[in-house]
């Protein structure tokens, strides 16, 4: 190898080198200085566990509801080609761009007690804003675009004659969705669902002013290391090493279904 | 390491944009200032004279949390005297001085019919308060506390927010999202048509006091101490009289 073509691979390896130590210090400082006594301590405190069960909840059920509609939802904007589908697919992601608080806004605007639907809404005898649900709601609109997004290309990348071979072979395409395209797209769809997943865990802008802040009810743990950092910043950095340890895990476990599943069909 | 880290997260969370065509002249002056001062102070920084002035507003309770973290500040403004004189206890503030008076106050939107502290325990009024650690959080907690216990067992069953700063509470409250909460007078001021303020009666009005010191580790130490007489006198005052805070006496 010459000097003259090292200086690029030395240059991609300073930007990695730069990259990693820029997103890491941050991760590695709240484990610096909260020793695993420290974070059990943390959990002891009832506001903590409140918090930490109520945010699994409310990811939880955002989950559900974007897997079972974004998923079908996808299926179709990846498989059928139609007059208007890139500006559906743009007002998709649009929320992926969106600041939180511009979130939190328009939620307000949108279902809030004085917004454009809350009338009717409040008719039905639905209240979101400050309730557990909304939360949900919260999540689900921040999140579930990283879903989506990611399902449609999923969908869309897998090979064209598999399904059309389903369809020969006499399978609805019902059937061809549930047991040839869904198992065919789902690395992609659990790369998406986990990005969904972390997205709506660490939801903080758009839940705090929808959604309010109160204990076991709107306050998930992002909200509660916010309300800790001011009084007691050492259970505010426990609170966060836990959320950074079960997104950490969640992102493992999505990346272990992903290869599992690729593994799987590749051996088929 | 760890508190470099926490300090650059910080300073990447907390700074605004950098106006860098300020003459190099006036000193560059970072003010930390309760969120209820929002309006009061951004108006006068425009035109105050010893320094340029970068605001940043939160409540006072997550400024100081900043400030013992280290964030480059030069003054800090709290809404109350208890967190400048931990401050100072603590060794980061310098001889804090009360300047303002405010006053609490229940607010309610202007179309509400909710006219007193009384109505606030019936069933299903919803109410959005500060957190305990924010200065309007812990003067609301001192007004309830001074009703009878099942009056104020009945008002904190209705609380449906502890919200940061008053900011929350007052944006909550022009949403529609609850119907009553309580703020200083002077958001209700600054809300403009859309909000009313229901005074305390007196014996439950507890002595909200505003008071600023210089950041020990200010990068301008005298501009910071003209800033903060400012607050008492001349510079800034008259903004805050305007805003509808009181002179301390």
Redesign the interface.
């Known amino acids: 190898m010459t000097v003259r073509s090292a200086w690029f691979p030395a240059l991609l390896a300073a930007a990695l080198a730069a990259t990693i130590a820029f997103l890491t ?2 991760v ?2 709240i484990f ?2 909260s020793s695993p006594r420290d974070l059990i301590d943390s959990l002891g405190e009832p506001g903590a566990l409140d918090a930490l069960w109520l945010s699994l909840r409310t990811t939880a059920a955002a989950m559900a509801v974007i897997l079972l509609v974004g998923t079908p939802a996808a299926y179709l904007l990846a498989t059928r080609s139609f007059r208007g589908r890139a500006v559906l697919i743009t007002l998709i992601e649009l929320p992926l761009v969106l600041p939180p608080a511009v979130a939190g806004i328009a939620l ?1 605007a949108a279902v ?3 917004g454009i639907a ?1 009338g009717s809404l409040e008719a039905l005898g639905i209240e979101l ?2 309730t557990t649900a909304g939360v949900v709601v919260a999540l689900t609109f921040v999140a579930s675009p990283f879903y989506v997004r990611q399902g449609i290309a999923a969908f869309a990348a897998v090979d064209p004659t598999l399904r059309d071979a389903s369809r020969t072979l006499g399978a609805s395409e019902a059937r061809g969705f549930a047991r040839v395209m869904i198992p065919a797209a789902m690395p992609g769809l659990a790369a998406g669902g986990a990005l969904a997943l972390g997205r709506a865990l660490g939801e903080f802008g758009a839940t ?2 929808f959604a ?4 076991g ?3 998930t743990v992002p909200l509660a290391i ?2 800790r ?3 007691d ?1 050492d259970a505010a950095l426990a609170l966060s090493a836990v959320l950074v340890a079960v997104a950490a895990g969640i992102l493992l476990a999505a990346k272990l279904v992903a290869g599992s599943e690729a593994l799987g069909r590749a051996a088929r | 390491m760890r508190r470099a880290a926490v300090l650059l997260l910080l300073v990447l969370a907390g700074c605004g944009t950098d106006d860098e065509s300020e003459p190099a002249a006036k000193p560059r002056l970072v003010v930390s200032a309760a969120s209820s001062m929002t309006e009061a102070l951004t108006a006068c920084s425009k035109t105050y004279a010893g320094a340029s002035v970068k605001l940043s507003f939160a409540g006072s309770d997550e400024l100081a949390a900043q400030i013992r973290q280290g964030v480059p500040v030069d003054v800090y403004a709290a809404a109350n005297t208890k967190l400048p004189g931990q401050l100072e206890q603590e060794g980061l503030l310098d001889r804090p001085v009360e300047f303002a008076t405010n006053q609490l106050v229940l607010a309610v939107p202007a179309t509400s019919g909710i006219a007193s502290v009384d109505q606030l325990g019936e069933p299903g009024v919803k109410i959005a308060i500060g957190s305990e650690s924010v200065p309007v959080g812990s003067y609301t907690r001192e007004v309830l506390s001074r009703l009878p216990a099942d009056q104020e067992k009945a008002i904190l069953h209705n609380i449906r927010s502890n919200e940061p700063d008053v900011k929350g509470i007052v944006g909550k409250l022009t949403q529609g999202a609850v119907d009553a909460g309580f703020v200083y007078v002077t958001d209700v001021n600054a809300a403009g048509d859309s909000l009313e303020a229901i005074d305390l009666p007196e014996k439950l009005q507890p002595q909200v006091t505003y008071a600023a010191g210089v950041v020990e580790k200010a990068k301008q130490p005298e501009a910071a101490a003209d800033f903060v007489e400012g607050l008492r006198e001349g510079g800034c005052a008259d903004a805050l009289e305007q805003a509808g805070f009181g002179r301390v006496p």
């Open positions: 210090l941050p590695v400082a610096v200085d307000l809030g007690p004085s809350g804003s400050l705090l002013m309010g802040s109160f204990q009810v709107t306050q916010y309300d950092f001011a009084t910043f």
